[in-house]
């Protein structure tokens, strides 16, 4: 048996709006998460809505020892202020364990013993990394004892429409395979933590940076086949550098410094294309918000995958 695909049709009274940023702790606040952030906070307030900001503190040998502290000040003194209190991860186990068990009873779930090694050998090359070459998918081969768990997928095809993207299709089996939920070290893997919490808290619209989106489509698995609401989707064009690398933790990019918030803000307002007035670049934070509340035209990055910026302007914040 694989989760099904098929989307569901039946017309759904709308939720009230609600966003939300949930950033990693395996790093300080950057520019790049700062547009993600601003962007889900400005949605949320254009809709009247509620914003949320969850901590994915699941992946402990990912996480750096203070980040997730440094990165709620820092949304703190850019007046990113969450509506809500903040939901950790990591006290959300059981709700992520209850889930497993749901899918394994289901029966789209098995046990996969390959290691990486026999992984990079045997999996063909999918257009966001190795697929899965389906070694266990009907049985573990005898001898062998189950490291991972994976969800199997089948042909049918996903279809959604995102907000900054337009239509989004695709084949799970051609594009991701049967994914990891349950990691060979144990830990919950990112796309059934998400799909949970994206699904059972009522987030009604998930907006986050475009080298997210082929999370999407197994996020939505999951929460069809968990019976779970998904959100409306938006991925948002990511700051690269000029050799078109991702500004993120992992390449070191440089912490926001808080004390130079309201600039930082206005750099990540004019990267949204938002093109606020150069006289605004010495104003307070509050005046930048009022302004930004007032023009914001979201729009503007529709069809986008990045924002380049230079070395100097990155480091420069
Ligand atoms: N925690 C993930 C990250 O920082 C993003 C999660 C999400 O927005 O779905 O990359």
């Given at each position: 048996?694989s ?10 009274p709308?939720l009230?709006?609600r ?6 702790p ?5 520019a ?10 400005l949605?949320a ?9 969850r901590i ?15 990165i ?13 209190s ?5 006290r ?13 009873d ?22 966001n ?6 070694t266990c998918r009907?049985g573990?081969p005898?001898g062998?004892?189950a490291r991972?768990?994976?969800l199997?997928?089948?042909q ?29 070290d144990?830990l919950?893997?990112?796309n ?14 998930v907006?986050?940076?475009?080298d ?9 698995l999951?929460q ?11 991925h ?8 078109g690398q ?5 390449q ?13 803000l ?11 007035p150069?006289a605004l670049?010495?104003?307070?934070l509050a ?12 729009d ?7 924002i380049?910026i230079?070395?100097d ?5």
């Amino acid at each position: 048996m694989s989760a099904s695909h098929t989307p569901d049709t039946a017309p759904r009274p709308a939720l009230p709006y609600r966003g939300r940023f949930a950033p990693s702790p395996t790093g300080p606040l950057h520019a790049g998460s700062l547009l993600s952030a601003v962007c889900s906070f400005l949605e949320a307030r254009r809709h009247d809505g509620r914003w949320q900001v969850r901590i994915d503190d699941i992946d402990p040998p990912r996480e750096v020892a203070g980040a997730a502290d440094a990165i709620l000040r820092s949304l703190d003194a850019h007046g990113l202020h969450a509506d809500d209190s903040i939901v950790f991860q990591s006290r959300r186990q059981a709700a992520y364990l209850g889930a497993l068990d749901r899918l394994r009873d289901a029966g789209v779930l098995f046990p996969c013993a390959c290691s990486r090694r026999e992984l990079r050998a045997r999996a063909t090359a999918g257009p966001n990394g190795p697929l899965y070459p389906g070694t266990c998918r009907d049985g573990l081969p005898p001898g062998r004892e189950a490291r991972a768990w994976r969800l199997r997928v089948n042909q049918a095809e996903d279809l959604f429409e995102d907000r900054f993207q337009g239509l989004v299709r695709t084949r799970l089996a051609e594009t991701v395979g049967d994914f990891v939920v349950r990691r060979a070290d144990g830990l919950l893997a990112y796309n059934l933590a998400a799909a949970v919490d994206d699904g059972s808290s009522d987030i009604s619209h998930v907006i986050r940076g475009h080298d997210l989106l082929w999370c999407t489509p197994p996020q939505r698995l999951i929460q069809r086949a968990l019976g779970l609401r998904s959100p409306e989707y938006g991925h948002l064009p990511v700051l690269v550098d000029l050799q078109g690398q991702k500004l993120s933790k992992q390449q070191g990019a440089p912490a926001l410094d808080d004390r130079s918030a309201p600039a930082n803000l206005w750099l990540a307002l004019q990267r949204l294309q938002q093109e606020p007035p150069p006289a605004l670049r010495r104003a307070s934070l509050a005046t930048l918000w009022q302004w930004a509340h007032a023009h914001w035209t979201p729009d503007r990055l529709l069809g986008q995958e990045t924002i380049r910026i230079d070395h100097d302007e990155a480091i420069g914040d």
